[in-house]
């Protein structure tokens, strides 16, 4: 008599390739060994290229035995198949100590060192979060590290398309020593997508920089461009037009209170620079900077703006008013502006007639988050308007702030609004909707 698994054994046994590489793709590293034990057919398996082209390493700062191993895995998964890798992102998460940092950066040597004598395919690096400036790291670990990192970028400088280094907290020389290292041997760095989102450190005033521009300047065909608006001046804005205007397509910039952000920025210059890179979307991000004036010298009319994102955080001025930003400043962008992001703390003010005024004028808006005070009632009119066609909302998340724990009745008139609105709700928006006390 047959045995009944065998079946079940010849059909495991002949799988298509690429439905066994689709098995292995959902396992882990040590799953993937064991399998692979199996037959030489799962073994081959095992080493196809498509399994190891994106890899995220983490190493993580508090101590255990699995964290430990986490350094080990790294090096075994680049010796092993590092020459199948074309997105590596690199993790930090919560290093705590000088003897962490110093086992991180000599793993990284002996894993960057390996990458680039066996790897001819990688496109994408991303290390977010380094804190460079952080005391944890000593001064001559964090100068091997930014050596080793610079020696990898200038040996991968003709592959890499992407690079993300945000929250390195740099130097400006160190900072510029990494960028440079991008466009080493031809004098010309041809990736297209840079995120340098706190890369330098806090209260450097960028913009002023010759070193900053000249490194910016070998950039020639930059796509998204993601950075602080400490680095903004005339003469980027220039160099960006003169060298990458064929290319650009996004500008990611974040203003925040500690970082310089009072500097003289031409309209003129912002112009140009729309002019001759047509596709060219710019997107705002602010955290902390609210005041009106401060809005006003940054959100220039001749800035191509799709999206703008203010976050008030624990800012908190008795003087401080929202009202002429939502009137006076936003609505310059009506024929442009896509994504609203408001995140307020105005306990002083209503604003409903104000931000349902400026959402009916932008009539390209699709997505509205608002974390604000607001009536319940305001939500009632922006669907009824919504319904009515007069603007083309598809995401609305909003958190209404009550100054009272209890939010039983505002709940309700939710609920009702809700229903009221379900055909609409459901057919053509993403929607989501709470009440939230701030007390």
Same mark, same amino acid.
């Given at each position: 008599m047959e045995d009944d698994s065998e079946p079940e054994q010849r059909s495991w046994a002949h799988l298509p390739d690429v439905c066994l590489r689709r098995v292995f793709h959902w396992l882990d590293d040590r799953d993937r060994s064991q399998a692979a034990l199996v037959c030489k057919k799962w073994s081959w398996a095992m080493y196809s290229g498509s399994?190891?082209?994106?890899?995220?390493?983490?190493?993580?700062?508090?101590?255990?035995?699995?964290? +430990? @191993? &986490?350094?080990?895995?790294? =090096?075994?998964?680049?010796?092993? *198949?590092?020459?199948?890798?074309?997105?590596?992102?690199?993790?930090?998460?919560?290093?705590?100590?000088?003897?962490?940092?110093?086992?991180?950066?000599?793993?990284?040597?002996?894993?960057?060192?390996r990458l680039s004598k066996c790897n001819s395919r990688l496109v994408s690096l991303s290390i977010k979060y380094l804190?460079?400036?952080?005391?944890?790291?000593?001064?001559?670990?964090?100068?091997?590290?930014?050596?080793?990192?610079?020696?990898?970028?200038?040996?991968?400088?003709?592959?890499?398309?992407?690079?993300?280094?945000?929250?390195?907290?740099? +130097? @400006? &020389?160190?900072?510029?020593? =990494?960028?440079?290292?991008?466009? *080493?041997?031809?004098?010309?760095g041809f990736i297209s997508e840079i995120n340098i989102e706190d890369f330098f450190s806090l209260h450097l005033p960028v913009y002023s920089s010759t070193l900053f521009h000249q490194t910016m300047s070998k950039?020639?065909?930059?796509?998204?461009?993601?950075?602080?608006?400490?680095?903004?001046?005339?003469?980027?804005?220039?160099?960006?037009?003169?060298?990458?205007?064929?290319?650009?397509?996004?500008?990611?910039?974040?203003?925040h209170i500690h970082d310089p952000h009072g500097q003289v920025v031409w309209g003129m210059s912002w112009a140009n620079l729309a002019k001759r890179a047509p596709k060219l979307k710019v997107n705002f991000f602010f955290e902390r900077v609210m005041k009106h004036d401060h809005l006003a010298r940054i959100l220039l009319v001749e800035i191509p703006v799709r999206s703008i994102s203010l976050r008030s955080c624990y800012f908190n001025d008795p003087h401080w008013t929202m009202r002429p930003t939502l009137t006076n400043l936003l609505p310059a962008y009506w024929h442009v502006l896509q994504k609203l992001t408001l995140e307020l703390n105005n306990d002083h003010e209503l604003l409903d007639d104000e931000l349902l005024q400026l959402i009916l004028s932008c009539k390209r808006l699709l997505f509205l988050k608002v974390w604000a005070f607001l009536s319940v009632t305001f939500m009632e009119r922006l669907l009824q308007n919504r319904a009515e066609r007069k603007c083309i909302l598809t995401t609305i998340k909003v958190r209404i702030y009550t100054a009272r724990q209890e939010t039983s009745e505002e709940d309700r008139l939710l609920c009702d609004i809700y229903r009221t609105f379900k055909y609409l709700i459901d057919s053509e928006l993403n929607y989501f909707v709470i009440t939230y006390p701030m007390v």
């Open positions: 399994l190891w082209r994106r890899r995220t390493i983490t190493f993580y700062g508090r101590p255990s035995r699995a964290h +430990t @191993l &986490e350094f080990q895995s790294a =090096l075994w998964y680049v010796k092993k *198949f590092g020459k199948y890798l074309e997105h590596l992102e690199i993790k930090l998460s919560n290093p705590y100590n000088t003897a962490f940092t110093q086992k991180f950066q000599v793993t990284m040597r002996g894993l960057l060192s804190e460079l400036d952080r005391l944890i790291w000593k001064n001559v670990v964090r100068a091997q590290f930014i050596k080793t990192l610079a020696t990898f970028l200038k040996r991968m400088s003709k592959q890499l398309d992407y690079l993300n280094l945000k929250g390195a907290r740099v +130097t @400006l &020389e160190e900072g510029c020593e =990494l960028l440079n290292s991008l466009s *080493f041997l031809t004098n010309k950039f020639h065909s930059l796509v998204i461009l993601t950075f602080n608006y400490n680095c903004i001046s005339d003469e980027l804005l220039d160099i960006l037009r003169e060298h990458s205007a064929h290319s650009l397509c996004t500008l990611n910039i974040k203003c």
